[in-house]
Nanobody, 125 residues
């Protein structure tokens, strides 16, 4: 299953962006979803995750209070609203999904089975 991210771009520090993730032909109502990011020369980092039913969320410490993950099962889309962006948020952002099974929030990359191609987010100072 190919996940498709969109919404990345160039923004000034303090600005906002909203990323979207969709999976054509698949429903998200039975999928735990997550967002990860990877900056040049750094390891992939957990950003945010949401449970299958959308009732539980979890955030990485570096984005807590600034980013919000949400899930619209009717539109089969997951969003990452990013506010108060900082230059250190610059990275390629990846959407990840795991269908079936767990009702938990998944916060490690190896728990996910499907990934998008990534979308670049660049925050200028």
């Amino acid at each position: 299953v190919q996940l498709v991210e969109s919404g990345g771009g160039l923004v000034q520090a303090g600005g906002s962006l909203r990323l979207s993730c969709a999976a054509p032909g698949r429903t998200f109502s039975s999928a735990a979803m997550g967002w990860f990011r990877q900056a040049p020369g750094k390891e992939r980092e957990f950003v945010a995750a949401i449970s299958r039913d959308g009732g539980n969320t979890y955030y990485g410490d570096s984005v807590k209070g600034r980013f919000t993950i949400s899930k619209d099962n009717a539109k089969n889309t997951v969003y990452l609203q990013m506010n108060s962006l900082k230059p250190e948020d610059t990275a390629v952002y990846y959407c990840a999904a795991k269908w079936g099974g767990t009702t938990l929030v998944l916060i490690t990359d190896y728990e996910y089975e499907h990934w998008g191609q990534g979308t670049q987010v660049t925050v200028s100072s």
